[in-house]
């Protein structure tokens, strides 16, 4: 299940948990449960505009609480049986979060800075080796950085009233980050469905609804031979088989998931994934393109007219520099849009498109879990750039 299954946007938080719960137990028993996603790709796109614009004016400030405001639509228009998710995160938590994290960062590569110059009079083998442990420690810290974000947006994932949660240690789910995919590289990636299975069924393991334990039961093996397959196939296909594989793995994964009685099952396919990465790649490509050769042209038509006409050597044309500057803006704004519309809002509603839910819980015996919620969040997941939605 993704970490992002998220909110609605009012209402659920005022109700009294239990008798939301015990009414909702009323409901006959049901052989799947309805999933949808309600959201419409205009309402995103205005929405990420005016995140990008106040963005820009507070110079990037907003962010923190413009990524609340998305996903509390995103959230909100996911509808499981009929009830849409909530999110419940704020935008001060996100920010404070950052703030403790740069209070972590900046001493730490303060430190490598300056062991960097000491390395440096010690050859160039200390260099590699120094280079290298620096490599790795920032990949482990990506890996704290993970399951720390995650832990915070199930603990703001609530659904009829009840939150979801995560246990199991940030340092533990990175330290085994870290071996699995030395593991994967050893292999020359023939380790990769091992590492993937693993990490998944860790995450798994420790994510929680109210008081209640999800658990997967996957294993590795079935996957070997579609990889293999995917893995000597992969530059003859240009990276198409990662496509067919991932679906696969997706749904071996997804089908081997459960919480008591309630199962998932997933029909995403390889063409639905390469269609929704294709769209977002080609889109991308394309604005980049034509922004840029639009604020290209007049400076050369400019550089190439004073050279043209004689005279001493051209100068930088000023007056065009508005020009270069509107264009950096537009091209932030749009891609601003371009991955909330194409990648976030395409990919959730594929998501929800795609997965099956079989069986119904039991409401009237799930209590609200008493375990503490962190105060802030993803602090470091944004610092080392790997925040997301």
Known sequence: MPAFFGPRTGGVRDM????????AGALPPRACLPLAYAGRPGEV????LAIGCLSLVTLSLYRFWGKTRLRRYLWGRVMLDGVPLEYTGRGSELFIGFLFALAVLIPFFAV??????????QGRVAEWIFQGVYLALIYWLVGVALWRARRYRLTRTMWRGIRCGQTGSAVGYATRM??????AIASLGLAVPLRNVLLYRYEIAHTWFGDRSFACDAHAWPLMQRWILAWLLLVPTLG???FWYKAGETRHLVGATAIETVRFRSAIRGRQLLALY?????AMGAVIVVIAAAVALPFVGAIMEAATGGGPPPQPPLHLVPILVGGALLLFLVLSILPAVLLVHRGLALICRTLTIEGAPDYAAIAQSERTTPGFGEGLADALGAGGI
């Open 178 to 183: 870290f071996a699995y995919t030395a593991l």
């Open 45 to 48: 796109a205005r929405l990420a």
């Open 278 to 282: 294709s769209v977002y790649g080609l």
């Open 16 to 23: 009294n948990d239990q008798g939301l719960i015990a009414a």
């Open 240 to 242: 198409l088989t990662w």
């Open 112 to 121: 490598y800075s300056a062991l960097y110059y000491f390395v440096l009079t």
